[in-house]
């Protein structure tokens, strides 16, 4: 079966902008989350989402924001972009809420300039 | 809070026994996970433990104490495409990561 697909793999905006990364998951998953990866802070959880419902949210500022369609995939965005925002952001999709297996795509890797 | 904490770094040769410990602080979760993640890919889920005790995966191995609040993940038989880094994390209704261990092997 597919894996977790993520677009763009690869995204240079500058500050100020706005972006938005898409995830879809795999077919029959209903949960997807978000995950912030830097060298200094490790993985870090953005948010998840289940059923186009958001039910939990990291300590993120607002302008981190996402959204899940009827479909499963989900998108995330990030708006007025500061170069602290250049980061590997991953999205893991899995069948239930406790991810006892969560499976994760490739990634979208931001460089905010 | 929640903390996890592992070691950065370890290095072995290959064929040997390496264990990543992982020691944790929280007030609840519903098991322990092991995920592996080589350099520009995306972390790959090895193990994971809701009860005490061993779980074993072929070469990999996983072990969880709650009283101890400790876990670890046993890598037998190492070869080279072992090289990577490996994190523990916390299951509930997210993955609460560790910083990770950098495992490299040696020829």
């Known amino acids: 079966k597919a894996g977790v697909t993520q677009t763009p793999r690869y995204l240079i905006k500058t500050r100020g902008q706005q972006v938005t990364l898409s995830c879809s998951p795999i077919s029959g998953h209903r949960s997807v989350s978000w995950y912030q990866q830097t060298p200094g802070q490790g993985l870090q959880f953005l948010f998840e989402y289940f059923s186009e419902t958001q039910r939990n949210k990291g300590n993120f500022p607002g302008r981190f924001s996402g959204r899940q369609f009827s479909n499963s995939r989900s998108e995330m965005n990030v708006s007025t972009l500061e170069l602290g925002d250049s980061a590997l952001y991953l999205c893991?999709?899995?069948?239930?809420?406790?991810?006892?297996?969560?499976?994760f795509g490739q990634g979208t890797r931001l460089t905010v300039v | 809070g929640q903390s996890l904490e592992q070691p950065s770094e370890v290095t072995a040769v290959e064929g040997a026994i390496v264990q990543i410990n992982c020691t944790y602080q929280?007030?609840?979760?519903?098991?322990l996970s092991w995920y592996q993640q080589h350099d520009g890919g995306a972390p790959t889920f090895l193990s994971y433990n809701a009860l005490d005790g061993l779980e074993e995966t072929g070469r990999f191995s996983s072990f969880l104490s709650r009283s101890d609040s400790y876990g670890y993940l046993l890598l037998q038989e190492l070869q080279m495409k072992d090289s990577a880094s490996y994190f523990c994390a916390f299951n509930d209704y997210k993955l609460s990561f560790g910083a990770g261990t950098t495992v490299t092997v040696r020829a």
């Open positions: 893991a999709s899995s069948l239930g809420s406790s991810n006892t297996e969560a499976f």
């Open positions: 929280t007030s609840g979760f519903y098991g």
